[in-house]
């Protein structure tokens, strides 16, 4: 008599995963296939923890939203921001579609730089950039947005040593959230806008051509946006007025959420995140009432990363063990730690069965495999049964993940790229000599060897 | 390990458990719903070992070690006694 298939004995205690007023429970169909390959087999061939970016999603994902804004505001453009994810394969699939280079240290411009991007298409953000730094950008024509009263003046000493007045945008914030992002910029509220505008034209080294704003990060209410777009209209308005003013473009920034749950939300993503035809429709119309006539609309720029990036994106995981704690509560371990998947700490990850492990759930908590008691990828989780050697997809973690990743205890996983059924491997799986190849050990300390031999 | 079922549960053919005692329910899959049927039965360890790899497509190191976690969430729920 043929034996029947066997699943691993389970008992759930009815208090999870049941449908309620804030969502359904989540979904437990095995995703045996990623990206039109079996799991299994891109494990086998390129090992585990993988990350599997999917182009076709990517390329969608830039085009959807880049209609989603220039249907509405004719003249946007859209800047990719570098740091959320910098890998080249990446930043050159967004440049062919149209993306231009958002970017926040000398690094990253380097990057954009070395992927063949003009410097005139490049945003150079953030509130440390060298005099080095700035003299390129300057040079080679790219925007600048300036953060602080320490980067004026150095900017002003540059516009001297080159002999021409600099075209500049000035970054601002609002009182818009909390907590408040106060950290970038001048504040519009408290005058401190104003009042670097006007210190900047009065100096007469450096022309005002560009505000930018940046409201957050994975900002999921789109009021807050409108409030922003209201607020740069009525302070472009104002400096038009005060001091002639005449701006070439504003930039919105980025913060675009994705279709990942925060840890302390209530509600899944797939009901919270908004579409990028909702951020666009409170944006734009609100921009268009600006203080200007129908030739010299400013152009607009919006800087998205996670909302390009996050979803196209998918790590596979195996597991490595599990054990039951003390209360009776399951803990599975997987092979990928939080040091490849940081954003553990703001969002709370799906687990994606591979195997057909049967419908009945049960909550578990989900260890990254690092030896350090905070490796906690997902404190409650709703899975089925799995054993040592299963895997685990984790969708949607193209954002921050391998930027933010440092190498600890295990080598970093390799990141595959399928493009209209072909794969390519964008990066490859780390080494002991990658790792090691910046040090250097010192004759001195060498003795042991030969101590040690005796 | 002595495995002493409460008489107060009672499980449905589709692996629905109902604990008379305290309200709670559970659900158990086909292979938790055997084994639960064959310790009310009064069926040691042993024989629910060799019962799961004579039903099942399984090695002897997955089920015992499957069943260990199984007993261990019995106990935890204090579904079983020690």
């Not at chain 1, 491997?425 to 050990?441: H, N, S």
Request: glycine share 8%; hydrophobic share 35%.
């Amino acid at each position: 008599m043929e034996k029947k298939s066997y699943v691993k004995p389970t008992i759930v205690r009815h208090s999870i995963g049941v449908m309620n007023k804030y969502g359904r429970p989540p979904a437990t169909v095995p995703m045996s296939r990623l990206a039109g390959f079996s799991v299994k087999e891109l494990v086998g061939q390129y090992g585990s923890p993988l990350y599997v970016l999917e182009v076709d999603q990517l390329r969608q994902q830039y085009r959807n939203l880049f209609r989603a804004f220039s249907t509405r505001y004719p003249a946007t453009r859209v800047a990719y921001s570098y740091k959320t994810n910098y890998l080249k394969a990446i930043c050159s699939i967004l440049h062919s579609e149209g993306a231009w280079a958002e970017v926040v240290s000398g690094f990253e411009y380097d990057i954009a730089r070395n992927l063949e991007m003009p410097g005139d298409k490049i945003i150079f953000n953030g509130p440390y950039k060298t005099r080095e730094e700035l003299t390129r950008a300057f040079t080679e024509g790219a925007m600048v947005n300036l953060d602080n009263y320490d980067e004026i003046q150095v900017c002003e000493g540059l516009a001297d040593d080159l002999g021409k007045k600099l075209p500049v945008g000035v970054r601002v914030n609002m009182d818009l959230n909390n907590p408040p992002w106060h950290k970038f910029g001048f504040n519009i509220e408290a005058g401190h806008a104003y009042e670097a505008v006007k210190r900047i034209q009065t100096g007469g080294k450096l022309d005002v051509r560009g505000l930018h704003i940046h409201v957050g990060t994975y900002v999921d209410d789109v009021n807050i946006y409108a409030a922003a777009a209201r607020g740069l209209v009525s302070f472009y308005t104002y400096i038009k007025e005060q001091l002639g003013v005449k701006l070439e473009y504003w930039d919105m920034g980025g913060g675009y959420a994705s279709h990942n749950t925060l840890n302390w939300a209530w509600q899944s993503a797939e009901y919270t995140c908004p579409t990028v035809d909702q951020y666009a429709e409170v944006i734009c119309p609100i921009l268009l009432n600006g203080p200007f006539g129908s030739g010299d609309a400013p152009k607009l720029f919006i800087e998205p990363g996670r909302a390009l990036v996050d979803e196209p994106i998918s790590m596979i995981t195996t597991v490595v063990a599990q054990k039951r704690l003390p209360g009776g509560k399951r803990g599975v371990i997987v092979d990928a730690g939080m040091n490849v998947l940081s954003s553990v700490q703001w969002y709370n990850y799906n687990f994606q069965t591979v195997q057909d492990s049967g419908v009945t759930v049960e909550d578990t908590i989900l260890y990254g495999g690092l030896c350090m008691n905070i490796d906690v990828l997902r404190q409650s989780a709703a899975l089925p049964p799995v054993r040592r050697g299963e895997h685990l997809v984790i969708p949607h973690v193209g954002a921050y993940n391998l930027s933010q990743s440092w190498q600890f205890i295990y080598l970093r996983p390799a990141v595959i790229a399928v493009d209209d059924g072909k794969i390519h491997v964008i990066k490859a799986r780390e080494t002991r000599d990658y790792v090691q190849q910046m040090e250097q050990v010192p004759e001195d300390f060498q003795t042991y060897r030969s101590e040690s031999r005796k | 390990m002595s495995e002493i079922f409460s008489s107060e549960l009672t499980m449905s053919k589709n692996g629905f458990l109902f604990d008379h005692g305290s309200g709670l329910t559970y659900t158990l899959n086909t292979t938790g719903q055997l084994i639960f049927n064959l310790l009310e039965s009064g069926k040691k360890s042993t024989q629910i070992l060799e019962k799961l790899m004579t039903e099942f497509d399984v090695t002897e190191d997955t089920a015992r070690k499957d069943l260990d976690d199984f007993y261990r969430q019995l106990k935890e729920l204090g579904l079983i006694d020690q």
